[in-house]
Every structure is written in C-alpha cells, then in structure tokens.
C-alpha cells in the first residue's frame, strides 16, 4: 500500500504542509511561465520529474522563529529534478527565487525562507551511482512531494575512498588559496579607497569559502552566486560556521545584506553604496570566516589520512539555518 504525501509529511503541523503545497505550486508555475518566453524549441518541454524535501524539515528538528539565538530558523530546503540538464539553468528558476523572497518579505504568503537546487534526473543517478554523500543522504532521508512514476532512482555506490580523498584535496587546493587571493584584493582596494571594488572582492572570497568547504565536506556545491544560499548550506553540513555572522544587530544584518548584494550592484550599480566601518567591520568577520573554514577543511583531510574512510555528509546537531 503506497503511502500519501499527508501521512510522508504527518510529522509536520498543518501550516508547514500548507506552506509546502504552495510552493510547490509556485516552483511549477514559475518553471512553466519561464519556458513560454524561450524563443528555442530546446527550452520548451521540460518537465519537473520530482520534488524532494530535505534538511530539518524532512527529519523533523526544525526551530521556529524565535526558538534559537538570532534569525535562527530554519529553512525548506528543496530538490528539484527536471528532465535534462537545459532545464536545470539557473535562467529557468530566477523568478521563483524571486518570487519566494518576496512572498516572504513584502506579501507575508510565506513565513518561512526556501532554498532550492536544480538537478537533472541524469545528473542526480550519476552523482547516486558515484555515491557522493550529498545526494546519497537526499536519496535516503528526503521525503517526495511530488514524483512521476515509473523513474525510479539509481542505487547509491559505495564512494571509492581514494577517489574521494584526491577529489576533496583537488578541491581544497583549489578553492581556499583562490579566496585568500581576492581577500587580498579586497584589502589592497580598501587602501586606495575603491569601496565598491573592494566590497565585490569581499563577496568573491567569501563566495569561494563556502564553495570550497561544501565541496570538501560533501562533494557538492549549489551553482549559486547568492551568498544568502551558500552560506544556509555551508552551516548546515558546518554548524561552526553559524557563528561567524551576528545577527544580533541591524548593523550587523546590513553589511552581510550589503556584502550579498556586492557581486553585481557593486560593478553594475551607480546606487550601491558602502561605508568604511562597513567595510571594516566585513573584513573582520571575513577573516573568522577564513580561520574557520582552514580549520573545518584541515580537520576533514586529517580524517582521510586517518581512517581512510569514505566521506559522509556531516549530520548536525541543529537545524537548517
């Protein structure tokens, strides 16, 4: 007997389900609206094969607004599967990102922030059948809201350990010496008082930190330039990384939503704006950030040299921020 979508999310109140059922709605609304301003017959077509909740909502140890400390609650984090990789372009999805932001903040539809990833039904089997954690864990834990029959899901393989150790160190190699580059760029530009520059070179670096330590801690990094996202996944999988940004002040918020918004108002817009103490107060909380990751990403090889296990998603012991 197959079991309905009520009794999969019964772990949940009733205004969570509903909060789900609409944007469920919205994200096939919104993909359909975009494929009809596609002039190509290769953008029309696509289909949305499945969507997959996971996170603390799928496992049930969300935290309400005003149940942890500062802006601590926790989010959707959702899994869209479409039918092949054209679909899965970030141009298909702007409007329901979008759209999601402002139901949250100037409609009040929402009362709980979504973050979702794209993924091709192709590409999600082959990430299964190389067995990276990420998708192995949505694979196993993550509850359907919605799935076309008859496309049943690869089964995970074991992750070579060797392959996985090479990959994460590939990664880390990569990544971390590049953010250290364009901090110094950004640090460079403070003192010949170019603040927009500066303030773009600032969300590069922090945008390659959270790259490198979600591909060094799973495998995977969301193809996201949205600082907002990256760090929801990166202290998901890193709880230690919730305290590098207070929340604690609007002083606080607004240069983290200044520093969001850098990597294309900070080039493309005559209105960005940033002051010195921003800027200031930006590089002082980069520089913890930095320290953290170099401490996450060492302690993640060190176990490799250790063990010599195969990586796994780390689980946490919070909610999805």
């Known amino acids: ?18 909060e789900l059922e609409r944007i469920a709605r919205i994200l096939f609304d919104e993909f359909e609206d975009a494929q009809k301003s596609k002039l190509s017959d290769r953008e029309k077509g696509g289909r949305i094969l499945k969507l997959v ?18 802006d601590d609650r926790s989010e959707y984090n959702l899994l869209v599967v479409v039918t092949t990789e054209t679909f899965a372009d970030p141009r298909f999805w702007y409007w329901a990102a979008d759209r999601f932001l402002r139901e949250l903040t100037v ?9 979702f990833i794209v993924h091709s039904i192709t590409d999600l089997n082959n990430q ?12 196993r834990d993550g509850i359907p809201l919605y799935e076309t029959p008859g496309l049943p899901l690869a089964k995970p393989k074991p992750l070579d350990p060797d392959a996985a150790k090479a990959e994460v160190r ?18 460079e530009a403070m003192g010949r008082g170019y603040g927009k520059e500066a303030a773009f070179d600032l969300h590069q670096t922090v945008e390659r930190l959270y790259h490198g330590t979600l591909l060094v801690l799973t495998l995977h990094s969301p193809k996201s330039h949205r600082l907002t996202c990256l ?12 305290a590098v940004w207070p ?29 010195d103490e921003e800027l200031a107060w930006l590089v002082e909380r ?3 950030l930095q320290e953290a990751v170099a401490a996450i990403c060492a302690a993640r090889l060190n176990g490799f040299d250790r063990a010599g296990t195969q990586i796994t998603e780390p689980r946490r012991d919070r909610q999805d921020t």
């Not at 909740?53 to 500062?70: I, K």
């Not at 409609?107 to 973050?115: E, F, K, Q, R």
């Not at 299964?128 to 694979?139: E, S, T």
């Not at 250290?180 to 640090?187: G, I, N, Y």
Request: charged share 25%; hydrophobic share 35%; net charge neutral.
């Open 1 to 18: 007997m197959s079991v309905t979508l009520a009794e999969r999310l019964g772990h949940l109140p009733e205004n969570r389900r509903r």
């Open 53 to 70: 909740l996971f996170g603390s909502y799928a496992r049930g140890d969300w935290v309400e607004e005003g149940e942890g400390e500062g």
């Open 128 to 139: 299964l059948a190389h067995g990276r954690p990420f998708f192995v864990d949505i694979a």
């Open 286 to 288: 980069v520089t913890v």
């Open 231 to 242: 760090r929801s996944h990166a202290e998901r999988v890193a709880p230690l990384l919730t």
């Open 170 to 187: 590939r990664h880390f190699d990569h990544w971390f010496p590049s953010a250290t580059h364009r901090f110094e760029l950004a640090k």
């Open 247 to 275: 929340c604690d002040s609007g002083f606080a918020r607004q240069c983290f939503a200044r520093l969001d918004r850098a990597y294309v108002e900070a080039r493309y817009s005559h209105h960005y704006e940033i002051t």
């Open 107 to 115: 409609t009040g539809h929402l009362a709980t922030p979504v973050n």
